[in-house]
């Protein structure tokens, strides 16, 4: 029976594993021992037991980043990713047992930040949060006043270039209609707090939004305005997904979902007038930026399909 040798224990000592976390920038605090990759946060009861769920739970077995082949627990550089986490349950077996336990005591699956799983997870709890918020502005809509269309198109571009045109919303003002100001401050990977000025007629007026992603999906802003500000109600969605039938590397089908109503009586009368202009000049400005992005589209956008109208 081979044995097993474990890793001299001076290598292993508080002071020196959490050096080694520090001095790697692992996404940890070493504070509260904790885990900061994102899905994850769990918590241990010491730091080497942290530094194996460092080295361990959130590996990309594909790269090959000196990191990704690096144990945080005793500062060994292995060859390969999957040669590190060889060597992690080998070489450090009892710690792993630890890690077991105290993983049990705490929430969700550890999942690599980028694998499947995790983007699934990500993906299906941001389009939970577009429901709920989609749905409690709905319970606040105000019908005699408010306006919304929305359509579907297949366009020539794919799912990745769209999202991008749509969600840089620091761009609007160089290409979307009546917008003269767009700025945005990042709140994180998956929101934007943008800060928009509209001029159209006699609407001059600025207003906030906040903008939820999940790339490459779907991006939704909502108002985000106290009360008092431009508008009562303003509810953008645009989702991209695979064309039916088609190219989906070249190619996807957008649905643009829009909706909104001014606090003011009088904008809204004259937004009515105008409304045809409003609505049909929204997606023609973004397919536009994304030629001047991208370049020629690889066929032309399919007629809109009007699923929404009401002005």
Not at 191 to 215: D, P
Request: proline fraction near 5%; hydrophobic fraction near 35%; include cysteine.
């Amino acid at each position: 029976q081979m044995t097993i040798r474990s890793c001299p224990q001076e290598t292993m000592q508080s002071g020196i594993v959490t050096g080694r976390l520090r001095g790697k920038g692992a996404d940890c605090d070493l504070v509260n021992l904790a885990c900061r990759v994102n899905l994850c946060g769990r918590t241990f009861d010491t730091v080497q037991v942290l530094a194996w769920h460092m080295s361990y739970s959130h590996t990309d077995l594909s790269s090959r980043s000196s990191n990704a082949s690096f144990c945080f627990v005793c500062g060994h550089q292995m060859g390969t990713a999957k040669g590190k986490v060889a060597h992690l349950l080998s070489k450090h077996r009892d710690i792993f047992q630890q890690h077991h336990t105290q993983c049990l005591n705490q929430r969700q699956i550890v999942y690599a930040p980028n694998a499947p799983g995790a983007v699934r997870i990500r993906e299906s709890r941001m389009e939970d949060e577009l429901i709920a918020i989609k749905e409690r502005h709905e319970s606040k809509r105000f019908f005699d006043n408010q306006m919304a269309y929305s359509e579907r198109r297949v366009v020539g571009y794919s799912r990745e270039q769209m999202f991008d045109v749509v969600a840089h919303v620091e761009k609007y003002h160089e290409f979307v209609p009546w917008c003269v100001r767009s700025t945005v401050s990042h709140e994180g990977p998956h929101s934007q707090l943008a800060h928009l000025e509209v001029g159209f007629q006699i609407i001059n007026a600025s207003y906030a939004s906040r903008v939820t992603l999940v790339r490459p999906s779907v991006v939704h802003s909502v108002c985000a305005d106290p009360d008092g500000g431009l508008f009562r109600v303003l509810d953008t969605t645009w989702r991209f997904s695979a064309p039916p039938g088609g190219d989906s590397v070249n190619s996807c089908r957008i649905h643009f979902d829009l909706s909104f109503e001014f606090r003011s009586a009088v904008h809204a009368r004259i937004t009515h007038l105008f409304f045809d202009k409003v609505v049909q000049q929204q997606v023609s400005a973004f397919l536009d930026r994304a030629r001047s992005i991208h370049g020629p589209p690889s066929h032309p956008p399919s007629a809109p399909e009007i699923l929404k109208y009401e002005a």
